[in-house]
């Protein structure tokens, strides 16, 4: 079946630098979808980013990623975090088969310090 | 953006109880889903539910669960009679497609079965 790897529980960054969160995945499905989810304390997952076109950067909020194939990558990026910024980040995976269902990374804790 | 809202946010019962967790997801929205999400572990898809009927479900969605949605009224997840391993963080979605639509999620049912 599909699988996310996010690699770091948590990150703790320093307000104004540059933060990148990694999302790699396996699937066997060709027609796929990427999200990266944030969710703030006691508040629901909401959607940041989404992509499905390989090579094409996606930005949001000042937030990118760009889905690269050939790694099997998603990753997401700031160049300058903000004390807002801190949160719990989901990659997750749409393998576009008629059920939407979603594949989940097992989250990634960001901290940004003053 | 759209709202999903899961009552209640927290739900405390004892083992061999029914629960009933309730969502109300966006209004114009015709596909609804759960996860379920172990402490500390990733969100798992339990079901997804269109025009009254299960389309899809996973092995962890034992014979134990249904769901609902009566008279276009909340979308329930019901789980008669409630194991130990049941206690999670339950969370509704619901989308306006299928394919890779995106999934608009509430907060959370956390379930905590004694």
């Known amino acids: 079946g599909d699988s996310v790897t996010q690699t770091e529980g948590l990150v703790t960054v320093t307000e104004g630098l540059p933060v990148k969160l990694n999302c790699t995945y396996q699937t066997t499905y060709l027609t796929i979808a990427f999200f990266w989810y944030v969710q703030y304390l006691n508040e629901a997952p909401q959607v940041l980013l989404k992509?499905?076109?390989?090579?094409k950067r996606t930005e949001h909020q000042g937030f990118h990623a760009t889905l690269h194939k050939s790694s099997s990558s998603f990753h997401l990026q700031k160049s300058s975090a903000q004390l807002s910024d801190s949160a719990l980040y989901y990659c997750?995976?749409?393998?576009?088969?008629?059920?939407?269902?979603?594949?989940f990374g097992i989250g990634t804790r960001v901290l940004v310090r003053p | 953006g759209p709202k999903v809202l899961q009552i209640p946010s927290h739900q405390i019962i004892d083992m061999g109880q029914m629960v009933t967790l309730n969502c109300d997801p966006v209004s114009n929205h015709l596909y609804f889903y759960w996860y379920k999400q172990i402490l500390g572990q990733q969100m798992e898809f339990l079901v997804n539910?269109?025009?009254?009927?299960?389309?899809?479900k996973s092995k962890l969605f034992k014979d134990q669960f249904s769901v609902e949605r009566p008279d276009g009224s909340y979308f329930t997840l019901k789980i008669q009679p409630t194991a130990l391993e049941d206690s999670a963080v339950y969370f509704c979605a619901s989308s306006t497609g299928l394919g890779v639509n995106t999934l608009y999620f509430g907060a959370g049912t956390r379930l905590s079965v004694l």
């Open positions: 997750a995976l749409s393998d576009g088969s008629a059920g939407n269902k979603l594949t």
């Open positions: 992509s499905s076109t390989d090579n």
């Open positions: 539910f269109y025009n009254g009927k299960v389309m899809e």
